[in-house]
């Protein structure tokens, strides 16, 4: 057993060759993953490699290290699983990055060391193969050893030959042989130099490298001093002093009790607008500012209070932030109600759902503030805070499928039901992609369209070219696979769309 470790435990000692060589054969791994290919559970595999390499040339990797990598590495990749989208991609390269540093040894320095060398990794990392080659060969140098020369390779050379003579006699004994040789039959090869390979080859090594060669750090490149650093004593000056902070808190408050109380009025209260104005103009006019507003509000806020200063020792300015803190929330949430009401008019898109999941986050750090105020916590507890909470919404979100919640939406018969609705963008149903195809076979089906309406003929086209798609296992992702499901199962659901293809109505 000892025996059998032993190329593990001299590969954790690994030299520049040795790690160059296996960066070269993941990235041939990872060219035969993506190049010409979609991105699926490629990226998958290809990540959880990464963190293989790391772990293989670790020579400080335990049972602890590799169960916190694995844990890591598991979570990370899940949104991944699900299907290919930005978040996703952002978690599984963190999690990677995290894991790699845990099984080089960054448990035992604590989480600054993990964040800062994950930190690290992620923005210098591919800048990094350069310097070590240079590096690694100044070593050589001095240590007067033969380092990436023709006389280092020299002992290859009858190795080689031998096995090249030995192959061409197995292919001539075994025609199986000669035809897997056939592939590398250099006469029927193009010579033409491939510029887009060379660049997939080069991001691949830049990539891998950080990988194989993690540094431990405990100074981050952004640093987290700045966070702590007491800010300016200007708390003393007329213009920012106790009693200027004291009467903006309380004009701030009137002000924006006055505007709270127009939108209870128009809009949770339903009464009539305005002549010439509409509900969804009134909405639209305010989401966007109203949340600008509430920045701005946080802003000066945290100004006001910061940490051991004189706006947080006076009980009265506490009394005044938390009330109009208070109506921050109160106007986040009155900004999320206008925008229903604009979606409810018009439609769903990408953006408004971003938008919807940037007001709760919104909602969420004025409520933080009020807990920093309330505990007495540093600036830096107030950021931690809302990153967590910035990264626990963006992972939840890698979970859903917003293409199918805005088609359901947009395709609904509710809203065609709704008075003063404007029509269906098909065009922008299109954009969504295949994961549109079940609101839009209902929407078929219940408006009986005919096979050569336009959205019926987007419908086929996209199922032709997403059962193409997925031919490719290495585009692969559990939300694919249900679509694929749907779209091979049972007819139940999709007699109607299929009727109605095949014999086109004719008024």
Request: glycine share 6%.
């Amino acid at each position: 057993m000892t025996t059998a470790l032993k190329p593990l435990a001299n590969l954790a000692q690994s030299t520049f060759s040795t790690k160059l060589a296996l960066a070269l054969l993941v990235a041939a791994f990872g060219d035969w993953l993506f190049y010409d290919h979609d991105v699926g559970i490629s990226l998958v595999i290809f990540l959880i490699i990464l963190a293989g390499g790391a772990c293989l040339v670790s020579p400080r990797r335990d049972r602890r290290s590799l169960l916190i990598a694995t844990i890591l590495l598991t979570f990370a990749l899940l949104p991944l699983l699900e299907a290919t989208g930005i978040a996703a991609i952002f978690f599984g390269v963190l999690g990677t990055a995290l894991a790699a540093v845990v099984v080089t040894g960054g448990i035992p320095r604590g989480w600054n060391t993990l964040a800062a060398s994950a930190q690290r990794l992620l923005l210098i990392g591919a800048l990094q193969l350069i310097p070590d080659f240079i590096q690694a060969r100044r070593e050589a140098q001095s240590q007067g050893r033969k380092w990436l020369r023709l006389e280092a390779m020299a002992g290859w050379v009858v190795p080689v030959l031998c096995c090249a003579v030995f192959v061409a006699l197995f292919a001539s004994a075994n025609p199986l042989i000669e035809q897997w040789l056939s592939v590398f039959d250099l006469s029927r090869q193009s010579w033409e130099v491939d510029v887009a390979r060379m660049v997939v080859w080069i991001i691949l090594l830049a990539v891998i490298w950080p990988f194989l060669s993690v540094r431990l750090c405990e100074k981050p490149l952004i640093k987290q001093g700045l966070l702590e650093a007491e800010a300016p004593n200007i708390t003393g000056s007329i213009l920012f002093g106790p009693g200027a902070i004291l009467r903006s808190l309380v004009v701030f408050n009137l002000l924006f009790a006055v505007q709270s109380g127009l939108d209870a009025i128009y809009l949770w209260g339903g009464a009539a607008l305005p002549e010439g104005m509409t509900y969804a103009a009134y909405a639209h006019r305010g989401a966007y500012p109203l949340i600008i507003t509430a920045l701005l509000a946080a802003g000066f806020v945290l100004a006001a209070m910061r940490p051991r200063g004189a706006g947080e020792q006076s009980p009265v300015i506490r009394r005044l932030v938390y009330l109009w803190v208070a109506q921050n929330v109160l106007l986040v949430i009155s900004s999320i109600l206008r925008l229903e009401l604009y979606v409810a008019t018009y439609s769903l898109t990408l953006l408004r759902v971003a938008a919807f999941v940037w007001m709760l986050l919104v909602a969420v750090g004025l409520i933080l503030i009020m807990a920093r105020i309330a505990l007495r916590r540093s600036n830096g507890w107030l950021v931690g805070a809302n990153v967590l909470s910035l990264a626990l919404t963006l992972y939840a979100c890698s979970f859903v499928n917003f293409a199918a919640v805005i088609a359901n939406h947009n395709l609904s018969y509710k809203r065609e039901t709704t008075p003063g609705v404007t029509s269906i963008d098909t065009y922008y149903i299109w954009t969504l992609g295949p994961h549109s195809i079940p609101a839009v076979d209902r929407y078929i089906a219940r408006k009986l369209l005919a096979a050569s309406d336009h959205l019926v003929q987007w419908r086929n086209r996209t199922v032709v070219a997403h059962s193409e798609r997925m031919k490719d296992w290495r585009a692969w992702t559990f939300r694919d696979l249900r679509l694929q499901h749907y779209l091979t199962g049972p007819m139940d659901g999709k007699a109607a769309v299929s009727t109605t293809i095949e014999q086109p109505i004719i008024p």
